[in-house]
């Protein structure tokens, strides 16, 4: 009996370490920043040849919101002042970048005195939010944008959809 109750206790052990999460010093450790990594970005890892990375950033990374719960918007405006880009490099280098192209529905607008922000907007280009982003770093602006803009081609999809209907209403 005690050998099985000994037995059953290194099991539940070796289970609930298995299951157990790395601490934030272990994920910094392991290059991987456990405040602001998301388990969507682990999936990723693949693409780019580190399959062996992604049982760690499993353990370090927080699970994403729902996709229906983030909110996407249909256009997006980075406003930021040139006189400024000394105080913000990594915004000057995202929007001096190609990375911009990647999102037509992103408006670059240069403003006189502004600290950098990020305007988010419907349809009607009306504006629903507004983010200063002066500490984000390039790669966190375009996740950024990837994660809260909609796709062009599925607002030509939703476009073309609402044309056709239109064309039929009698």
């Known amino acids: 009996m005690n050998k099985f109750l000994i037995s059953l206790i290194g099991l539940t052990c070796g289970l609930?370490?298995?299951?157990a999460e790395f601490t934030a010093e272990d994920c910094w450790s392991l290059g991987l920043n456990k405040a602001n990594l998301l388990c969507s970005s682990c999936d990723q890892l693949g693409k780019y040849g580190l399959n062996d990375l992604k049982d760690h950033c499993k353990q370090c990374c927080h699970k994403d919101e729902n996709a229906d719960a983030v909110k996407r918007y249909p256009k997006a405006r980075l406003e930021v002042c040139t006189c400024k880009f000394g105080a913000y490099p990594q915004i000057q280098a995202f929007v001096k970048s190609?990375?911009?192209?990647?999102?037509?529905?992103?408006?670059?607008?240069?403003?006189?005195?502004?600290?950098?922000?990020?305007k988010l907007l419907d349809e009607d280009s009306n504006i629903q939010e507004v983010l200063a982003i002066e500490k984000w770093d390039t790669d966190t602006v375009e996740e950024f944008l990837r994660t809260h803009l909609i796709p062009p081609e599925e607002l030509e999809e939703g476009k073309h959809k609402t044309d056709f209907l239109k064309t039929n209403m009698v």
Do not use: T
């Not at 609930?16 to 299951?19: A, E, G, Q, R």
């Not at 403003?111 to 922000?117: I, M």
């Open 98 to 118: 190609d990375k911009p192209d990647k999102f037509p529905n992103l408006n670059i607008r240069y403003v006189r005195g502004l600290d950098p922000v990020i």
């Open 16 to 19: 609930v370490y298995s299951i």
